[in-house]
Structures are given as structure tokens and as C-alpha cells.
């Protein structure tokens, strides 16, 4: 049974996380000096509230204690990385944002002993980035890993890797990859992982792709290898399980970008509830306008229903399944959530939501692109709709 009733520890750190988070990370969103070239966290101030949360044991949330985590489960982390991203500079401070959160958890859960030291310490400890390089230009791999083009020949024991990969997110900071490659043409068993590090020979960053923005730490890259040699040693899982792999990663990741955006929706209500309650017009406030308050009460309950199956779909990733059909229900959902919160708050501004004398517009750029990372909106409908027509009116069953 499900229970949404959170335990004394959880609810103690999401409120140390939020607390957290309104003392020392969203002050800095109003300086200007806060912000790196490209419009995250520079480095000195996030360097300096990394210390400051790993100081208060917020750090690593999501990751087993052995591995350097505080050991909470896919349901424990999701109430905190919502109130992580209550700030747009939000999730890094605590070593939970994209693509370090999900590269450590699918290395926790697949790589062995020596591979962990090795790999996964470095990026726990929060010493360097990481970056997880799959998506490829067309026609290669996008939504669909099956038509990967880069691929990875056995010689001896080392692994020669050619071909390109494009939006690539962190590659230019990362110092640690995980790489997904074609390594036969068999359709379930073709792909393979291996780990490489940045100063590893025979690929180089061809650009940083400029995208609408703001953009993540890094970037997104396109990326060229030229006969890069990797070590079968550095191969994680068997050959040919790539994309058991990918499973293993994606859909815990993909979730957690749904935790993070449900914090932003938060976010962009609390500066939409804050103006229209002193805003006056027409002889009385906004707040009290028919109109606004059927806005702001359907991003509301859009938020509660993007929170539910978010939830759902965690607690079955808790359970040991891939909770592909939960999974994707929660990405559409608050995908356009995301949009629709951001969207409403800037109306409801006026012109001060459209400058940039307030985050809502650095959110609403930033939201564009959550029906597209981790699957377009389409493609998870596709799974739903697949999954109808297998499941028929089970598919709203209550396993």
C-alpha cells in the first residue's frame, strides 16, 4: 500500500532542505555576480554551498551509505528534490542534478567494487562532473537506442570507439563518461557501457551547442570520436547489456527530473501568489479577480496530480520495477505542468513576470526543453498507448 505519509527523518530533512535552500540559495538568484557565462551558479558560490550541504549532511541523497549517500529511497528523495529546486540553482549544491544524480545511482546499483573507486567516488565526493553520452545525430540514436551508429571493436583487450554523439549535457566540465556504443548488430543485446575519462585520447568536443537556455553546467556538446581506445576493463556490465543498462538508469532519472520540476512549478507559483495578493487593480486586488484565482487554482491541482504520479511511479521503482507506463504518465504530466505553472505566473506579472526583474523568465526558457530531455512527450504516449493496448482495462488496474 501506498503511503504518502512521510517519516520523521524525511520530513526533517525536507524541511533542513528548505530551510537551506531560502537561506542561502535563492538571496543568491538576485545577484548578478552569482551567475556563471552561461546563466547557471558561477563556480566560487556553488562550490561554496556544496561544502556548506555537504557540511550539513544533505548531500548525496539518493546514494546506498557505502557509497558516500544518506541511503533514502526513490519515495524518501522525492519530497526533498522537490524542495531542492525551489531555486533554479537548487539541486547542484546538493549533488543531485543532472547528470551526476542518475550516473551515480546506475553505478552504485551496477559497477564493481574496483569500478566504484575508480568512478563513482570522484563524482560522489563532489570532486569532479560526469556526463552520460548516448543521444546521437540523426539518423543514430535519439529516443530509440536500437539505431545507436557509434560502436565499439574488440581488439585484444581494449575497445576501439568511432562515431558522434550530439547533445551531450555536461560534457564540457565532465571529467567522467559513461558511454553507450553499438557493439554488435543483435536488436536486445547490441549495446554496451563503458566509462572513459576526459583526457582519454581520440574524441574531442566538436562544439558546445547553443541552445534557448539557460543551460546546465557544461552544456550540451557535440561530441566526435576518432578511434578512442577504452580498456575492457572500464566496460560496465556484460557485453551487450547496454541497454539493460540505460533501463536501469533512465527511468529513476527521468523521475527525478519530474521531483526537480515540480519544485520550479512550486516556485513559479509562490511569485505569481506573492504579486496578484498586493497587486490592485480595478479597485481591488488580483487575488481577488474570478479569473485569477481559476488560473491559479488549476496550476494548483496540476501540481497535486504531477505530485501523486510521481509518487506512484517511485513508489513502484522502490518495489524492483521499471514502472515504464507510471514512469512516463509522470514525465507528460509535469512537463506541461512546468510550462503551464511558468506560463501562468508570467501573465499574471504583467511585464515585471516578462523582464528579468524576477526568475519566471529563466524558468520558462529552462521549461521548453522538459518535453523533450529523457523522451519527447509523444514518445511517452506512445508507451502509454502500447501499454493499453496490451493491458486493455487492466491498465487502470490497482496492483
Given amino acids: 500500500m501506498i503511503d504518502f505519509t512521510l517519516s520523521p527523518h524525511v520530513e526533517e530533512t525536507r524541511l533542513r532542505i528548505r530551510d537551506f535552500v531560502e537561506k542561502h540559495i535563492i538571496p543568491l538568484e538576485s545577484d548578478p555576480d552569482a551567475y556563471d557565462e552561461h546563466e547557471n551558479i558561477a563556480h566560487e558560490p556553488m562550490e561554496r554551498l556544496k561544502a556548506m550541504a555537504k557540511a550539513e549532511g544533505l548531500w548525496n541523497l539518493s546514494l546506498p551509505l557505502e557509497d558516500g549517500g544518506l541511503g533514502l529511497n526513490v519515495v524518501e528523495i522525492t519530497p526533498c528534490y522537490e524542495e531542492m529546486n525551489r531555486s533554479i540553482f537548487g539541486p547542484v549544491c546538493f549533488n543531485a542534478s543532472a547528470p551526476d544524480d542518475g550516473n551515480m545511482r546506475v553505478l552504485s546499483q551496477v559497477a564493481r567494487p574496483d569500478q566504484k573507486e575508480k568512478w563513482l567516488a ?5 570532486s569532479i562532473r560526469s556526463s552520460f553520452v548516448m543521444t546521437e545525430p540523426s539518423p543514430g540514436s535519439g529516443s530509440d537506442p536500437s539505431v545507436m551508429l557509434t560502436r565499439a571493436e574488440k581488439k585484444g ?8 554523439k550530439w547533445f551531450i549535457t555536461g560534457a564540457a566540465v565532465a571529467q567522467h563518461f559513461i558511454l553507450m556504443a553499438k557493439t554488435s548488430d543483435d536488436a536486445r543485446k547490441g549495446l554496451t557501457a563503458f566509462m572513459f575519462h576526459a583526457d582519454t ?28 581506445e577504452i580498456p575492457d576493463e572500464d566496460r560496465l556490465m556484460e557485453v551487450g547489456e ?21 519544485g520550479l512549478s512550486r516556485r513559479a507559483m509562490e511569485i505569481a501568489k ?9 479597485g481591488e486586488t488580483l487575488a ?7 488560473m491559479m487554482g488549476e496550476i494548483a491541482l496540476a501540481i497535486e496530480v ?10 513502484k521503482l522502490d518495489q524492483g520495477d521499471f514502472a515504464r507506463k507510471e514512469v512516463s504518465m509522470a514525465k507528460i504530466q509535469v512537463a506541461d505542468t512546468l510550462h503551464q505553472a511558468v506560463d501562468s505566473a508570467i501573465q499574471l506579472n504583467g511585464a515585471r513576470g516578462y523582464s528579468k526583474d524576477t526568475v519566471l523568465e529563466w524558468i520558462y526558457r529552462y521549461a521548453r526543453q522538459a518535453r523533450l530531455v529523457d523522451g519527447a512527450s509523444e514518445v511517452h504516449k506512445m508507451v502509454l498507448a502500447r501499454n493499453y493496448f496490451q493491458e486493455g482495462n487492466d491498465f487502470w488496474g490497482w496492483r
Fill in 157 to 164: 583487450d581494449k575497445w576501439i570507439v568511432n562515431g558522434n
Fill in 274 to 282: 506573492e504579486y496578484v495578493e498586493r497587486r490592485i487593480s480595478f
Fill in 288 to 294: 481577488n479577480h474570478e479569473g485569477v484565482q481559476w
Fill in 201 to 228: 585520447p581520440g574524441w574531442r568536443i566538436v562544439r558546445r551547442i547553443p541552445i534557448m537556455g539557460p543551460e546546465e553546467h557544461g552544456g550540451h556538446c557535440e561530441i566526435e570520436f576518432d578511434g578512442m
Fill in 122 to 126: 570522484p563524482i560522489a565526493n563532489g
Fill in 306 to 315: 504531477g505530485r501523486l504520479l510521481t509518487m506512484r511511479a517511485a513508489w
Fill in 242 to 262: 547496454g541497454l539493460k543498462l540505460t533501463q536501469i538508469r533512465l527511468g529513476t532519472a527521468r523521475l527525478t527530473h519530474c521531483m526537480r520540476w515540480l
